[in-house]
């Protein structure tokens, strides 16, 4: 009987654990069913955002899909390390990837919860979030859970503790956008993992469970709570001392939101413009993903110069326009804080403030100021926020009045109650001034002309505004600013600073079915036989077009492609005075090649590119350089950087153009920037009906270009000339460039030879001539005695109101000078 008993019982047993195994294989087949392959992520690369940087490291820019900074292991800090432990899995150094002790507990409160409806636990281990973060979904099912558990084990075989923690560390996501402790660190606390301390590092660690819950502003008590848990537990884990802990618990969360935004340094338009070549370069993934450094050639004092000299420019050329009225017109009641903050304000012009007009009478305005966006409106909180009124007076509207009116403007015949306007501090006594947006627009671009380097770029008066920049995407006709390239061409090929060509009226037949084109100068006077030199600085249109079919409008043409302002400009006369269209940042990069000696250079603004492992996979500086890599000095020679970019114009040419523009500042055109008082060359351009207005110049360190116009072209008044809007913009900016540098005068080129002439005529100067200038000559070329001209003998005595033939030959021809007149 009891062996029948017996062999009964290990029958049945057996048969048990047959079934049992059977039934152990099944799960374990059915939850290995399509596992995800855990060795992928020995080759895993998450989303990591590209960070663009100013010349100086200055941060500019973040572009990502998941806001992520993918640091290895080695650079997290132990502490840091320590309070994610503590939170999340102290045990993480002794399980195999899962802590039964955890699951037997999540398991026991699970059932005894299965009718209260409450979330189930999970009890899971780092290497467990992993398996689900990295290669499963957050489905809630045992199936999930089983599958969670068996890669957990699988990874742990496969890895390296620290390698798994690295993963983890990288790759959760930690609330505001943010993945990843590093990330992380820099949105809540704008510090590095290594400038983190232990309330800091524990407020992170209590995010990854709940983020939402344990938001700093909208639940920061509840946030504070989790904190100092976390606190508790790296103290009972031995982490930190209890006067450590007890210290972090006292401290406020101290969260301070960081944001990049590139109008910190005024560099919305730059930045964009940055955006958008790395998208065409690398396409969007590799821009939001591929977790590039891009550093750039922004200079940051440089820019807030550019914006804030630009914004003066158009400001004050906006108010010659008069006071157009105000932003919005909205009622006043009580809550007409909140009611403004429904009004769109431009985020990008500070220190101006909207505001509301409350009261006003003849002598005073009072304005409620715009609330600031803090947390109690942003997050819901009703309570009210104190107002901040300021006072308008007769001097803060004064811009208002018409320039004949001598009389103070009664204030409520120009604001009105319910008027949304803007207000700015004026000087340090607390006064307020009325602003206005302005409708013109305009650009401003500073380029180093040695490398390319764009130091500054300003696209328009307001990024936030309007993101069309205005100083790569529009294409605005250069007008004269254009003429220095044709003259040029001239003095490559034969012509001298001296030579003479008639300033008088001529008729050009365009064609059949065309009418004749009269060209005039600005002044519609002519000025009968003059130098090249006087016809820059006086920026005469009549000479440049004889000059221009003189030389041939495809040499023209071929050297505007040269020279990069065209790619293809139509060999038509007109064109010769710059009504073809180009760019503030493609003119700005010619002058620069003006000012290099006549060195190819093209326009950058970024200097070198490295992907997330800090390989450089761009550099915009391919010169070579033999010797740079040595590792120390040992008496050899000093590197040697080799230059192979093609010279465009003759080192001569280059410096007579450069001495030529010289004149049109202290003599010409661009007179107003004489102010600067520094070797300073340039050019005004204004083009028919004083559409668009320039000013492009340069010192022997720096290129820069500034343009004036509306978006929609049309004219901005009679008068609105290149040397009158934009030069004073050029003046403002480059006296606050050159201010604490010496006065370095351009270099003149080994051969060029300088001689005394009359700035007149460009013939020899006498000894006591007023009028002498220093001219510079190609070697074996010098200023004539006399102008040999058929036909002429007097300054005076030539035909005003004769035009000239331009359908065949010049009604008469020098013989001298290679002058065409």
């Not at 499963?136 to 099912?141: A, C, F, G, V």
């Not at 409350?358 to 947390?375: D, H, K, Q, T, Y």
């Not at 007149?760 to 001209?789: C, V, Y």
Request: proline content about 6%.
């Amino acid at each position: 009987m009891l062996r029948r008993f017996i062999s009964f019982f290990f029958s049945w047993l057996v048969l048990a654990s047959a079934l049992v195994s059977y039934g152990g294989g099944y799960l374990l087949l059915w939850i290995s069913k399509d596992l995800p392959d855990y060795q992928q992520l020995s080759i895993y690369e998450p989303p990591v955002m590209t960070r663009i940087h100013a010349a100086d490291g200055s941060l500019l820019g973040e572009y990502a899909t998941e806001r992520r900074l993918y640091l290895p292991i080695s650079s997290v800090p132990e502490s840091l390390i320590q309070a994610f432990l503590s939170s999340e899995d102290k045990k993480f150094y002794q399980h195999p990837g899962i802590d039964y002790e955890s699951i037997l507990a999540a398991f026991i409160f699970n059932v005894q919860n299965l009718k209260s409806g409450r979330r189930p636990i999970g009890a899971s281990t780092i290497t467990q979030q992993v398996a689900k973060n990295f290669l499963l979904t957050n489905e809630l099912s045992y199936k999930r859970k089983l599958r969670e558990i068996l890669l957990a084990l699988k990874i742990e075989q496969a890895f390296s503790k620290d390698k798994i923690l690295e993963l983890y560390l990288n790759e959760i996501y930690l609330g505001l956008g943010s993945y990843g402790v590093a990330a992380s660190a820099l949105k809540y606390f704008g510090k590095g993992v290594f400038e983190l301390d232990f309330h800091e590092m524990a407020y992170l660690a209590a995010l990854p469970k709940a983020p939402n819950n344990y938001h700093p502003f909208r639940h920061p008590m509840q946030a504070k709570m989790r904190r100092n848990w976390v606190l508790d537990r790296m103290y009972s884990n031995g982490f930190i001392s209890l006067e450590e802990s007890e210290r972090a618990k006292g401290l406020p969360l101290g969260v301070k939101l960081h944001s990049v935004d590139p109008s910190t340094f005024a560099a919305g338009y730059f930045t964009e413009e940055v955006r958008r070549i790395i998208y065409a370069m690398y396409g969007e993934r590799k821009l939001y993903e591929g977790g590039l450094s891009v550093r750039t050639t922004l200079d940051p004092k440089m820019q807030i110069i550019a914006r804030n000299v630009l914004i003066k420019g158009l400001i004050s050329i906006d108010r010659s326009k008069g006071w157009r009225g105000p932003v919005d017109r909205i009622r006043v009641d009580d809550e007409w804080g909140r009611t403004l903050l429904q009004v769109r304000m431009l985020n990008d012009i500070n220190p101006w403030r909207m505001g509301i007009v409350l009261e006003v009478n003849r002598n005073f305005a009072e304005i409620g100021l715009r609330p600031s966006a803090s947390s109690q409106f942003q997050y819901g909180n009703k309570k009210k926020e104190g107002s901040v009124k300021i006072r308008l007076d007769h001097k803060g509207i004064a811009w208002t009045r018409k320039k004949k009116d001598k009389k103070k403007a009664n204030i409520n015949n120009v604001l009105s109650v319910g008027d949304v306007i803007y207000v700015a501090p004026e000087g340090k006594g607390g006064e307020w001034e009325l602003m206005q947006i302005p409708e013109i627009e305009g650009a401003l671009v500073a380029i180093d002309p040695h490398t390319g380097r764009v130091k500054a770029m300003v696209g328009g008066f307001s990024y936030d505004g309007s993101q069309f920049n205005r100083a790569t995407q529009a294409m605005r006709q250069p007008g004269s600013a254009f003429k220095p390239f044709v003259y040029a061409a001239a003095l490559d090929n034969g012509y001298t600073p001296s030579s003479i060509v008639m300033d008088a009226p001529v008729e050009i037949d365009q064609g059949p079915g065309l009418e004749i084109w009269r060209p005039r100068n600005y002044s519609r006077t002519f000025f009968g036989p003059s130098t090249l030199r006087r016809g820059v600085e006086k920026s005469r249109n009549v000479m440049t077009v004889r000059l221009a079919k003189d030389i041939g409008m495809p040499l023209v043409s071929e050297y505007a492609k040269r020279f990069g302002i065209y790619d293809n400009l139509l060999p038509f006369l007109a064109m010769s005075l710059g009504a073809g269209e180009t760019t503030v940042l493609r003119l700005t990069a010619a002058y620069a090649m003006l000012d290099n000696g006549g060195k190819k250079v093209t326009p950058t603004l970024i200097d070198r590119i490295q992907d997330r492992w800090g390989n450089t996979i761009y550099r915009h500086d391919e010169r070579e350089c033999q010797g740079c890599a040595a590792e120390s000095w040992t008496g050899q020679n000093e590197p040697v950087i080799i230059d192979h970019r093609p010279r465009i114009i003759s080192p001569y040419t280059s410096y007579q153009v450069t001495s030529i523009l010289e004149g049109v500042i202290r003599r010409g055109t661009g007179s107003i920037v004489r102010a600067i008082k520094r070797p300073i060359a340039g050019k005004t351009g204004t083009t028919n009906g004083e559409r668009d207005a320039w000013f492009v110049g340069y010192s022997p360190e720096l290129a820069v270009g500034v343009f004036v116009g509306y978006d929609k072209p049309r004219s901005m008044g009679r008068g609105a000339t290149g040397g009158r809007i934009a030069a004073p913009i050029f003046r403002d900016f480059m006296s606050l460039f050159l201010a604490d540098k010496p006065a370095v005068p351009f270099p003149v080129p080994s051969g060029i030879q300088l001689f005394r002439v009359n700035v007149e005529t460009g013939l020899k100067a006498r000894i006591n001539d007023r009028n002498a200038i220093m001219e510079a000559f190609k070697p074996g070329e010098a200023p004539p005695d006399q102008h040999s001209m058929i036909g002429y003998t007097d300054p005076e005595g030539w035909n005003n109101n004769a035009p000239g033939s331009i359908n065949g030959e010049p009604r008469s021809i020098s013989s001298g000078s290679g002058g065409l007149y």
